[in-house]
């Protein structure tokens, strides 16, 4: 079969149309629909193993009163998706909310890069009111808990966007876990790496 000009338009009009519609579907899932991702990770520090005290050298107290098993728990909240979260995605205006089943004592510092944001304490919760969060941008705060400290998943109200957890406990045993396997620590330790560059 000889092919005319009118069937090699044909074909190349295809050719176009499909080669059109896979770069804009790249495009679309690129830049216009991906959903935004935000880290929520915490780690808690025992301050002083065993007891809150050292007789005659060290003491760890809350209002004069000295906490048995003190621990300090860090948690990050950081924008690792591909665009900025508005105030605007906070669903109803509601709150980032961090609970503590157990309680804790107080939070003891706020720090944040890219973003001011207005942090309400409450007996057994953090709130975090909405906020323009940047891509990048992080907000870290240290609590002081007694005993080992119990926390909810986050309660989040942003639309659009997926809560990604890292429990670095975990995260460290599995690799432990992995040790007797050469391959599965090697990938475990290239998927940490490929983490810690996302972010």
């Not at 990938?187 to 560059?197: D, N, S, Y």
């Amino acid at each position: 079969m000889t092919w005319g000009q009118n069937e090699w338009l044909w074909l190349i009009g295809i050719v176009i149309a499909v080669v059109g519609i896979v770069i804009g579907f790249a495009v679309a899932r690129r830049y216009g629909t991906r959903r935004r991702r935000l880290l929520f990770t915490w780690d808690a520090v025992q301050l002083m193993p065993g007891t809150g005290l050292a007789p005659g050298v060290l003491q760890v107290s809350y209002s004069g009163v000295p906490v048995t098993d003190p621990y300090l728990v860090q948690i990050t909240l950081k924008n690792i998706g591909p665009a900025d979260i508005a105030s605007a995605d906070f669903d109803d205006k509601r709150n980032l909310r961090i609970s503590f089943p157990n309680g804790y004592l107080t939070m003891v510092s706020a720090h944040s890069s890219g973003v001011t944001p207005s942090i309400l304490c409450s007996p057994n919760c953090i709130e975090i009111a909405p906020v323009l969060l940047r891509r990048q941008s992080s907000i870290s705060l240290d609590v002081l808990v007694d005993g080992p400290p119990k926390i909810d998943p986050l309660s989040s109200p942003l639309v659009n966007t997926d809560v990604v957890k890292v429990d670095a406990a975990a995260r460290a045993q599995a690799l432990l876990d992995q040790s007797g396997d050469p391959i599965g620590l090697a990938i475990g330790l290239v998927r940490l790496l490929i983490e810690g560059r996302s972010r």
